[in-house]
């Protein structure tokens, strides 16, 4: 078996038959098991009926004993691989599981502790690459500017206006940052209350495209709403999160000269809309299309992104009660949200 399932301690008596797993209740098993002894010892007093007394008794408390430890060994096996499981997640080994084909209740037990062992494994698993994926995010910005601010100081370069840019740029990163750690943490709360309100689709997707791309930043992106009057409801803090990072998306891994349009159009469904965001970068494969919107998932970007930008889109948009897909395009990659009527 895999580590990430890897059954008791391995021994082999704990793979030994299991004659009482079929029984649904634990006091079922104990008087049977209670039963079975008495029937054997009874069994081997009249097989050994013209024996000396103490020969036959001696005889007849062995086979009873034999018989209840192979048939207690099964019972209470679950226990025993629970504590050696317990024992090595307390040293941070999540990886044990515990053999549970018993169908009462310590099988019961049994498989519990195995789903609450696969919860631990993956909440460490996610607290490692949050903290690997931060710290390489963090890191990248904090360099860059550490390396241009000496360089200045050292009277190496000059704070031009293009140098303080770089710096400026830099910082905003590592503003981005700080602002998807916030929403992370807001996300796993799930405590995050919805401001309704209706407003244009058109003024607001200028709005995200023009803080998106920022004064000094090119002119890549198309705004195209049809028809020109068409309203949304919805939280505008939020759906402004979800776009913003989706056009942020559609320019961080397209090339200098993708184009990136920004459509807005009604939903079939009555009163709702879709937004879409589509760009003639590289795109995103149909095998990984499932785990786009999924924590950390960079799609091979290597520029510092946290790979929370999808997520937390997903996460606004759910709580819209819409949803959000990455559709077929002719060329690049088009992500679609669809909002339901307020």
């Given at each position: 078996m895999s580590a990430g399932n890897r059954v008791g301690g391995g021994r082999i008596v704990d793979r030994l038959p299991r004659p009482l797993d079929p029984f649904r209740s634990f006091k079922v098993k104990t008087g049977l098991l209670v039963v079975a002894a008495l029937f054997l010892a009874s069994l081997m007093f009249w097989v050994t009926a013209r024996w000396p007394f103490r020969y036959a008794l001696a005889l007849a408390m062995l086979v009873?004993?034999?018989?209840?430890?192979?048939?207690?060994?099964?019972?209470?096996?679950?226990?025993?691989?629970?504590?050696?499981?317990?024992?090595?997640?307390?040293?941070?080994?999540?990886?044990?599981?515990?053999?549970?084909?018993?169908?009462?209740?310590?099988g019961e037990l049994a498989r519990a502790f195995n789903s609450m062992a696969e919860d631990l494994e993956a909440a460490d698993r996610y607290r490692r690459e949050l903290i690997g994926n931060v710290s390489h995010g963090l890191r990248t910005p904090i360099s860059a500017l550490s390396a241009l601010l000496e360089n200045v100081v050292d009277?190496?370069?000059?704070?031009?206006?293009?140098?303080?840019?770089?710096?400026?740029?830099?910082?905003?990163?590592?503003?981005?940052?700080v602002a998807e750690l916030l929403d992370l943490s807001r996300l796993e709360e799930g405590a995050v209350q919805l401001d309704r309100e209706r407003f244009p689709v058109r003024d607001f997707l200028e709005d995200v495209v023009r803080q998106a791309v920022g004064p000094a930043g090119p002119r890549r992106v198309q705004v195209d709403v049809q028809p020109s009057g068409l309203c949304v409801d919805a939280d505008v803090a939020r759906l402004h999160q979800a776009v913003t990072n989706l056009v942020d998306n559609a320019l961080r891994h397209g090339s200098a000269r993708t184009q990136v349009v920004v459509r807005g159009r009604p939903a079939p469904e009555e009163g709702g809309v879709i937004i879409e965001v589509e760009d003639d970068g590289p795109g995103i494969s149909p095998g990984e299309r499932s785990r786009a919107f999924e924590r950390f998932t960079r799609g091979g970007s290597t520029d510092g992104g946290t790979g929370l930008g999808l997520a937390i889109a997903r996460w606004a948009v759910e709580l819209h009660d819409g949803r959000i897909e990455v559709v077929d395009t002719v060329r690049g990659c088009c992500i679609r949200v669809t909002l339901p009527a307020g």
């Open positions: 009873s004993l034999a018989v209840t430890q192979i048939l207690a060994h099964g019972m209470t096996s679950p226990l025993r691989e629970m504590t050696a499981a317990a024992r090595a997640m307390a040293t941070g080994d999540y990886s044990r599981r515990v053999r549970s084909t018993s169908r009462d209740e310590i009277g190496v370069e000059e704070p031009d206006p293009a140098r303080m840019q770089v710096a400026l740029d830099q910082t905003e990163r590592l503003g981005r940052l």
